[in-house]
């Protein structure tokens, strides 16, 4: 067992009190919805694309700390991003926190981000973390069906 | 929430049995090996019984002793160990019987679980009597289980569910209910409690109301039986159906009861083995029930340790078992209601078993990672029972759920935790 404070650090407290972005971006042109059906949360992720840029991103819903906040920060680290970009980056965190051999925060892109680590050491809180991701992903896509944690 | 805390101190004063009659909770945990574990360096405090129930030895030695001294397939063979394999799960069906006190052995099917139980009326019955334009009738508390079986007979009948609304504390509005059983209901499927809010319903009074319009009643009883005596006779209802794992017993079985001469008058459910009294090319024949719905080898162990599960209860005394855990309830719902930032789902008048709440700091899921860092295992989530989460506009509730062998000093252990979990989140 891990302590605890590893999965809620102050940052991760702080950022699931006082979400970022939780906007619909006034020039939002994709967006998508994201649910766990395990556990309710809910997300919709807004996202103002300039051709293969992330002009802007918000988002929107209920959840958990955990899911909260990883939403929050996500959309801190997309701003000017390229979609390919935003895709590498959402690799090395679902790698970060579901704890995949040899992943590491430090060799990656993940700057902030790495504060999500301590969720490796908790199975039932991965699909939390990465809610947020697969929804941005389904808005990148330009998907029209909410994506599920269950398809994933 | 002080005076809910206040009048349920109260209430407990009533409930205490004088103490020759009183179950020795101490004895009863020393029957259930896993109760000795610790969960993260801490003392397990097992929460989370209406998800499953754990199990006594008594459950244990009886599928070991299944597997180690009478393996053997039943109802087939002339050798020694098939005809005690047979007499053990004809026991066990027995023991289901008197648990439910239906009239005949004949009435108890081996299922699954309740969820094969719902599906297996559905398909068979409800397939039968529902036709286009028909309408299968519902309660807002249903589990899922107790909703797409339907809601899939329906779609394939071109039918209508219909769905009887509950009020701000859980409980069934009975007078809606009797205007929605109309002259096209077919079917009523009803809970005994509901997994989510802990309602007990009227289940007899619902019985009576869709009798009278001669609409037959299937009551999922999943998490009634482990709480309350369940009297099928006395209910009158068509079908009961409960889960095995939740009464102390393994998974993978269940129990569906249904009338005879209704369980006569249905089609079979699956074709196979063990089902049928003659098979030729051109035509088969069905053996009467309980075969004609058990096709194939059936889970002849859970059957077993069903049976053992059940007489361990019988023997606590359920009466006995209901008090202590209403007991346990009364006390909870003192203590935890009376958290400043507690939000109680599921207030009615009668409750068994489970408490649901909310806490306006700390979402369920973080409350749950943060107990089960101090050994508390709670359910966090829609429970099943999405359509139950819409109807209280929440996402999600933390369940704390109960048995026999739960203690008052638990649910002390279960407050040190939720108060731990607003230290995190800096309440």
């Known amino acids: 067992m891990s302590e605890l404070s590893d999965l809620y650090q102050e940052v991760i407290l702080e950022h699931s009190k006082a979400p970022r972005n939780y906007r619909r971006p006034a020039g939002a042109n994709q967006e998508a919805e994201g649910y766990n059906p395990l556990c309710g949360d809910h997300f919709t992720v807004f996202l103002d694309m300039e051709g293969d840029a992330i002009r802007d991103v918000g988002f929107q819903g209920s959840g958990c700390a955990i899911s909260r906040a990883s939403a929050s920060m996500m959309t801190q680290s997309l701003k000017g991003k390229t979609r390919a970009e935003a895709e590498r980056l959402f690799a090395q965190f679902h790698d970060l926190v579901t704890g995949k051999p040899g992943s590491s925060a430090n060799d990656s892109e993940l700057g902030k981000l790495a504060v999500f680590s301590g969720v490796s050491k908790y199975p039932a809180r991965v699909k939390c973390a990465s809610l947020a991701w697969h929804t941005l992903q389904s808005a990148l896509e330009g998907s029209q069906k909410p994506v599920t944690t269950e398809e994933v | ?427």
Not at chain 2, 228 to 255: E, R
């Open chain 2, 1 to 427: 929430m002080t005076t809910v805390a206040d009048r349920s101190h109260v209430g407990l004063q009533a409930f205490a049995l004088p103490a020759a009659e009183a179950l020795d909770i101490a004895a009863i945990r020393a029957e259930f090996p896993i109760l000795s574990r610790e969960v993260n360096g801490r003392k397990l405090v097992y929460l989370d019984n209406g998800a499953t129930s754990q199990k006594p030895r008594a459950v244990i030695r009886a599928l070991s002793r299944y597997y180690e001294e009478e393996n053997a397939n039943i109802h087939r063979g002339v050798h020694l160990l098939s005809v005690e394999a047979t007499e053990a799960h004809d026991s066990a069906r027995r023991a289901a019987q008197r648990f439910l006190n239906a009239a005949r052995e004949s009435e108890i099917v081996f299922v699954r679980g309740t969820t094969e139980a719902i599906n297996l009326v559905a398909q068979t019955c409800g397939r039968a009597r529902v036709a286009e334009g028909d309408e299968v009738l519902i309660t807002a508390m249903e589990h899922h289980s107790n909703i797409v079986p339907w809601q899939m007979l329906c779609e394939e009948k071109g039918a209508h569910l219909r769905v009887a609304p509950i009020n701000d504390r859980g409980e069934l509005l009975m007078d809606e209910f009797q205007k929605l059983v109309g002259p096209r209901t077919r079917f009523v499927a009803v809970t005994h409690v509901s997994n989510a809010l802990g309602t007990v319903n009227p289940v007899k009074e619902i019985v009576a109301i869709a009798h009278g319009r001669g609409v037959p009643v299937l009551v999922d009883g999943a998490q009634a039986a482990p709480h309350l005596a369940v009297d099928v006779q006395d209910l009158d209802c068509d079908f009961y159906a409960f889960s095995g794992h939740k009464v102390y017993g393994p998974t993978g079985i269940g129990v569906l009861y249904g009338k005879y001469a209704l369980l006569d008058a249905m089609p079979p459910y699956q074709g196979g083995g063990d089902m049928i009294s003659s098979v030729t090319f051109e035509k088969t024949t069905f053996k009467k029930p309980p075969s004609k719905f058990e096709a194939g080898t059936p889970h002849i162990a859970g059957a077993i340790g069903l049976g053992a599960a059940l007489d361990y209860l019988t023997a606590l005394g359920i009466d006995r078992v209901a008090a202590h855990e209403h007991d346990l309830l009364d006390y909870a719902t003192g203590r935890i209601g009376s958290i400043r930032g507690v939000r109680l789902i599921g207030t009615a008048a009668h409750r068994a078993g489970v408490l649901s709440f909310i806490h306006e700091d700390v979402h369920p899921h973080d409350l749950g990672t943060i107990l089960d860092s101090e050994g508390i295992a709670v359910r966090a989530g829609h429970h099943c029972a999405q359509p139950v989460m819409e109807r209280f506009s929440i996402p999600a509730t933390a369940r704390a759920s109960f048995a026999v062998y739960n203690t008052r000093e638990e649910i002390d252990v279960l407050v040190r935790g939720i108060e731990k979990a607003e230290k995190v989140f800096g309440r």
